[in-house]
């Protein structure tokens, strides 16, 4: 079955890096574009980044640009989120979600999401 | 960007109600409308679509309609199981944008 595992979260101080990995499985990976969405504690759910299937467009929110960077690795089924000079305002649950569409970048529909891990930014 | 205004916040029912939860784009958004459901400390499931398309494997009670800027979700027969947090999301463009979701309490 379709599965989404993310890694890579925990403690980090303000102005630091984190990579946040997500690992799939039960479904051709290369066929879709992956997206990230945060949820802060107890707060509503953020859009953050998404990839095209074959990883050469990307697009993120405002909020992130220029300190996040999504990637893919197609042959390891395995998709990244860097995340640098992070601020206490990032401190969510990340999850990586499959968008429902084949090949479609544009589609914007995050149709199977992974468990989510939680990043904290504090010092 | 087009901002998403749900409403309510908050919505009190009993099992056996129909309950509608109401998402406002700022513009037009022809029908670009997602809606999830969330339960504590799980991950959201997609419920609906294109405004009003069932997703796979969601019961019949729950339903979708809309058009322009204004679309609602329907839940006909509430189940104990219902009772969770409810999102609505433009997608079909970048930044896609959720609403600032409900949360469906048992009365």
């Known amino acids: 079955q379709v599965q989404l595992v993310e890694s890579g979260g925990g403690v980090v101080q303000p102005g630091r890096s984190l990579r946040l990995s997500c690992a799939a499985s039960g479904f051709t990976f290369s066929s879709y574009a992956i997206h990230w969405v945060r949820q802060a504690p107890g707060k509503g759910l953020e859009w953050v980044a998404v990839i095209s299937y074959d990883g050469i467009n990307k697009y993120y929110a405002d909020s992130v640009k220029g300190r996040f960077t999504i990637s893919r690795d197609n042959s390891k089924n395995r998709l990244s989120l860097q995340m640098n000079s992070l601020r206490g305002d990032d401190t969510a649950v990340y999850y990586c979600?499959?968008?429902?569409?084949?090949?479609?970048?544009?589609?914007?529909?995050?149709?199977?999401w992974g468990q989510g891990t939680m990043v904290t930014v504090s010092s | 960007d087009i901002q998403m205004t749900q409403s309510p916040s908050t919505l009190s029912a009993s099992v056996g109600d129909r309950v509608t939860i109401t998402c406002r784009a700022s513009q037009s958004i022809s029908s670009w409308v997602a809606w999830y459901q969330q339960k504590p400390g799980k991950a959201p499931k997609l419920l609906i679509y294109?405004?009003?398309i069932l997703e796979s494997g969601v019961p019949s009670r729950f339903s979708g309609s809309g058009s322009g800027t204004e679309y609602t979700l329907s839940i006909s027969s509430l189940q104990p199981d219902d009772f969770a947090t409810y999102y609505c999301?433009?997608?079909?463009?970048?930044?896609?944008?959720f609403g600032q979701g409900t949360e469906l309490e048992i009365k």
């Open positions: 979600a499959r968008d429902r569409q084949l090949y479609d970048f544009w589609s914007g529909l995050p149709g199977f």
């Open positions: 294109k405004a009003s």
């Open positions: 999301q433009l997608y079909n463009s970048y930044p896609c944008t």
